[in-house]
């Protein structure tokens, strides 16, 4: 099973039958932008709205039959992290995060996502972090911290993956960029991957990682970009 990047950030894996394509989208209401979740049998039918009066929903994922999507909210940045049967019913918000949310991934007992970095004035500040909730309900739990840019996540197994663009700071370092790894549980982030001037989509399967990028790396020694 290969576990992709796909622009909209849709994860799905062990659909139930029929199978069914779940979005995220924003919806004109009279002049006005409304955003919802949406959900359509993949072998065609009609669409149906899954939650709506949202504003700027984001990445969102899908498993086992239960969706989960990143919405803002308030006006400083804040988002939510919310669930809903793809079959309909009620949306019950899992968390709450004062960042935007980067990248979510879900597998059987609980939602992952990647907080993006907090905002300063020119720049961010190198201060991602990967998080996680409980599907059922819980308190979220702090995986990791400091990351660099996080940008897409994934889970495989027992296993999270992720990307990151490195070092966003004004004048910060540059050239660390990587691929990590770490258990679903928790523990100390391993890098795959890093030194690299920018990390693209990426992908893994159960033996490698494939990921779009350039083909020059940083030397902390000499400072410069070397093929």
Request: net charge negative; hydrophobic share 40%.
């Amino acid at each position: 099973r290969l576990v992709s990047d796909w622009s909209s950030d849709v994860c799905s894996s062990d659909l139930d039958t029929p199978p069914s394509s779940t979005v995220g989208a924003t919806m004109d209401d009279g002049g006005v932008s409304v955003g919802a979740v949406l959900s359509a049998p993949i072998g065609g039918g009609a669409s149906s709205v899954l939650a709506t009066g949202l504003d700027k929903p984001g990445p969102i994922a899908v498993r086992n039959g239960i969706v989960v999507f990143a919405s803002e909210i308030g006006t400083g940045g804040e988002s939510q992290i919310a669930s809903v049967p793809r079959a309909g019913g009620a949306t019950t918000v899992l968390a709450t995060t004062d960042r935007t949310v980067a990248s979510i991934a879900i597998d059987a007992t609980a939602a992952y996502w990647a907080d993006a970095n907090s905002q300063s004035i020119d720049s961010s500040n190198d201060d991602g972090r990967i998080r996680s909730v409980p599907l059922a309900g819980g308190a979220p739990t702090l995986l990791s911290a400091g990351q660099l840019g996080p940008v897409k996540l994934v889970v495989l197994g027992s296993t999270l993956f992720w990307s990151t663009l490195g070092s966003q700071g004004y004048l910060g370092p540059i050239g660390n960029a990587g691929l990590w790894s770490m258990p679903t549980a928790g523990g100390t982030p391993v890098p795959l991957v890093s030194g690299l001037q920018a990390v693209g989509p990426f992908a893994i399967d159960a033996n490698h990682a494939a990921w779009v990028g350039t083909l020059d790396s940083f030397d902390a020694v000499s400072g410069l970009f070397v093929m």
